[in-house]
């Protein structure tokens, strides 16, 4: 190949890959708000780490509104949008059912936001402030640290359809699982890693009422349940309870981040069903990633960092895009107002020149 066909071919490469988008991941980074919020970090955690210290579970919610939010439409804080008619509908997310009588925090993100916004108004976004309490609260539970990457800001829409679609139920099955992870672009190592989040937190009884009593409808529990954790948990929640009430995911550290999700896994002492499947799933290839996480907590936690990472990666928005959210549960009313205006002007601008068909 002579020198020039190589200089134009190197040439084209570059055009090219100029072309293309950069993705996601190469547009948030860790130092976003090195100038205008520098102390960004420390006051998400002087909030976080106050109210854990009256109740302890919060650092196990925050962790899990961070996934909740990145599952549907991207980690967008889409979540925290709250029902509205006007300037734009919004069938809010808290109300499906993976969400409803079950998310936490809402109220303590708001805390975080108004702290925030006394230092630096205008700047940060929930999307980013959700990301920052999910890292902070895996630290102040005893789990891994990183370096958050930032600059997502936040989306102008929720969709309460595809949190019921999105979400992974309890009662999955692995290859439901995998799927509902491999929609997000998260592979199986990212399921294991990621489901390690149960180590912290606590869940109904509900979701696990049909495991103790009639598991698929066999009239007996089910059978990967450890016996004597069977009836642990068949105490706490007896067969005719209000499904209420609370169950500690670890029921040996409850509130500490740490690799016993997996000893427990090995045991058969796994919370919900969806979570023993990574385990008791016969011939499954997650069964060695739980043995790995199990035998070693410096891997499991490099890995859990790895994928939270990942995780806070799913269909961002930068630049340009989405808004800088005033408050956390609406989107801003003029913001809203002006891409209403640009819309109409385009469309009026369209038809002016005949180029829009009426519909
Ligand atoms: C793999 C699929 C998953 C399923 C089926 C699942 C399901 C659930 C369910 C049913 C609850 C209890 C909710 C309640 O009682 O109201 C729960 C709680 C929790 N989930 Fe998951 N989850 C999954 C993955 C994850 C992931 C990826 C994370 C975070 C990275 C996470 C973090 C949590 C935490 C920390 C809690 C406790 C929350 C609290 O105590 O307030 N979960 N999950």
């Given at each position: 190949m002579s020198l020039t066909v190589a200089a134009a071919l190197c040439c084209v490469v570059v055009v090219v890959l100029g072309g293309l988008p950069l993705s996601s991941e190469a547009q948030?980074?860790?130092?976003?708000?090195?100038?205008?919020?520098?102390k960004v970090h420390s006051i998400v955690r002087e909030v976080v780490r106050s109210v854990s210290k009256k109740d302890p579970r919060m650092l196990a919610s925050l962790i899990r509104l961070h996934f909740h939010d990145c599952f549907v439409?991207?980690?967008?804080?889409?979540?925290?949008l709250n029902n509205t008619d006007t300037p734009t509908k919004i069938d809010s997310e808290q109300q499906a059912f993976p969400n409803v009588?079950?998310?936490?925090?809402l109220d303590v993100v708001n805390q975080i936001k108004t702290a925030v916004e006394n230092a630096?108004?205008?700047?940060?976004s929930c999307a980013d402030i959700l990301t920052l309490a999910a890292e902070i609260s895996s630290v102040l539970s005893g789990g891994p640290d990183w370096k958050v990457p930032l600059g997502r800001r936040d989306g102008l829409t929720a969709n309460r359809t595809l949190a019921n679609e999105n979400l992974p139920g309890p009662s999955d099955g692995l290859d439901r699982l995998k799927s509902a992870f491999k929609n997000q672009g998260l592979d199986t190592n990212d399921l294991v890693a990621l489901s390690?989040?149960?180590?912290i937190g606590r869940a109904r009884c509900t979701f696990i009422t049909s495991r103790l009593y009639n598991f698929s409808n066999s009239g007996?529990?089910?059978?990967?349940?450890?016996t004597t954790y069977l009836q642990q948990l068949r105490n706490q929640c007896?067969?005719?309870?209000?499904?209420?009430d609370l169950v500690n995911?670890?029921?040996?550290?409850?509130?500490k981040f740490d690799k016993n999700y997996y000893t427990n896994l090995q045991g058969?002492?796994?919370?919900?069903q969806s979570d023993q499947e990574l385990f008791?799933?016969?011939?499954?290839?997650t069964i060695s990633i739980v043995n790995k996480f199990a035998s070693n907590q410096d891997v499991f936690f490099a890995a859990f960092k790895a994928s939270m990472i990942k995780m806070g990666n799913i269909g961002v928005i930068t630049g340009k895009n989405g808004e800088i959210r005033k408050?956390?549960?609406?989107?801003n009313k003029k913001s809203a107002e002006v891409d209403l205006a640009s819309v109409v002007s385009k469309e009026t601008s369209s038809s002016e020149e005949g180029m829009v068909s009426s519909f």
């Amino acid at each position: 190949m002579s020198l020039t066909v190589a200089a134009a071919l190197c040439c084209v490469v570059v055009v090219v890959l100029g072309g293309l988008p950069l993705s996601s991941e190469a547009q948030l980074d860790p130092s976003f708000y090195r100038d205008a919020c520098p102390k960004v970090h420390s006051i998400v955690r002087e909030v976080v780490r106050s109210v854990s210290k009256k109740d302890p579970r919060m650092l196990a919610s925050l962790i899990r509104l961070h996934f909740h939010d990145c599952f549907v439409l991207g980690c967008d804080a889409s979540i925290l949008l709250n029902n509205t008619d006007t300037p734009t509908k919004i069938d809010s997310e808290q109300q499906a059912f993976p969400n409803v009588n079950s998310i936490r925090g809402l109220d303590v993100v708001n805390q975080i936001k108004t702290a925030v916004e006394n230092a630096c108004p205008g700047v940060v976004s929930c999307a980013d402030i959700l990301t920052l309490a999910a890292e902070i609260s895996s630290v102040l539970s005893g789990g891994p640290d990183w370096k958050v990457p930032l600059g997502r800001r936040d989306g102008l829409t929720a969709n309460r359809t595809l949190a019921n679609e999105n979400l992974p139920g309890p009662s999955d099955g692995l290859d439901r699982l995998k799927s509902a992870f491999k929609n997000q672009g998260l592979d199986t190592n990212d399921l294991v890693a990621l489901s390690g989040a149960h180590t912290i937190g606590r869940a109904r009884c509900t979701f696990i009422t049909s495991r103790l009593y009639n598991f698929s409808n066999s009239g007996k529990p089910d059978p990967t349940l450890n016996t004597t954790y069977l009836q642990q948990l068949r105490n706490q929640c007896p067969k005719s309870g209000s499904g209420n009430d609370l169950v500690n995911f670890d029921l040996t550290t409850p509130d500490k981040f740490d690799k016993n999700y997996y000893t427990n896994l090995q045991g058969n002492k796994g919370l919900l069903q969806s979570d023993q499947e990574l385990f008791s799933t016969s011939g499954a290839d997650t069964i060695s990633i739980v043995n790995k996480f199990a035998s070693n907590q410096d891997v499991f936690f490099a890995a859990f960092k790895a994928s939270m990472i990942k995780m806070g990666n799913i269909g961002v928005i930068t630049g340009k895009n989405g808004e800088i959210r005033k408050q956390c549960n609406f989107i801003n009313k003029k913001s809203a107002e002006v891409d209403l205006a640009s819309v109409v002007s385009k469309e009026t601008s369209s038809s002016e020149e005949g180029m829009v068909s009426s519909f």
